[in-house]
């Protein structure tokens, strides 16, 4: 396959009349793929083409769909759990969270990435790009699955209830 001076000609006249690729690689035939098209196109510059002049049809305004009951009463669902069934929580209490607790970190077990080992946790300590940057160091449970010991643990992760439980609290505070 190579661009001879009529292929590339006849590329222009039909690229300029609004031809598109795939119907000006068929046209050329011969093994010019509609890749082969795009670029030549792009090697030449023709950046212009005929615009159909179809005017576009005036798209209706649709008004937007207003609930019958007043919106302070009627929790916004949205995304993937809009038709999820939910039911308001009731007046129970909830358990008290565990405080966090301020981890302090041993100096000494404060390790650098190049001193870090399988067992030990990854939490990271400072600023990564000063040179007292380190990471915690402290031993990792036996059965711990993360990359962390277990009190960087307790931060990293909470339990996706008390998540819920906050999410939906602030939720109700907001229609209150």
Not at 23 to 47: D, F, M, W, Y
Not at 117 to 124: G, H, I, T, V
């Amino acid at each position: 396959m190579s661009w001879t001076d009529e292929r590339v000609e006849l590329l222009r006249k039909l690229w300029l009349d609004g031809f598109s690729a795939s119907q000006i690689a068929n046209e050329l035939a011969n093994g010019i793929t509609r890749n082969a098209v795009i670029g030549k196109v792009h090697r030449l510059g023709l950046s212009g083409r005929a615009k159909t002049t179809v005017p576009a049809a005036p798209r209706p305004r649709v008004k937007p769909l207003r609930p019958t009951v007043p919106r302070a009463s009627v929790p916004a669902l949205r995304g993937n759990t809009a038709l999820a069934i939910k039911s308001l929580p009731m007046e129970e209490e909830a358990p008290e969270p565990l405080p966090i607790e301020d981890v302090v970190i041993p100096i000494s077990e404060r390790v650098t990435i190049m001193d870090l080992k399988e067992a030990m946790c990854r939490w990271p300590l400072g600023d990564p790009t000063s040179a007292e940057f380190r990471f915690c160091g402290a031993k990792k449970p036996t059965d711990a699955t993360g990359p962390y010991c277990a009190q960087h643990s307790r931060i990293a992760y909470q339990p996706i209830q008390e998540r819920r439980r906050e999410r939906d609290q602030k939720r109700l505070q907001r229609l209150a």
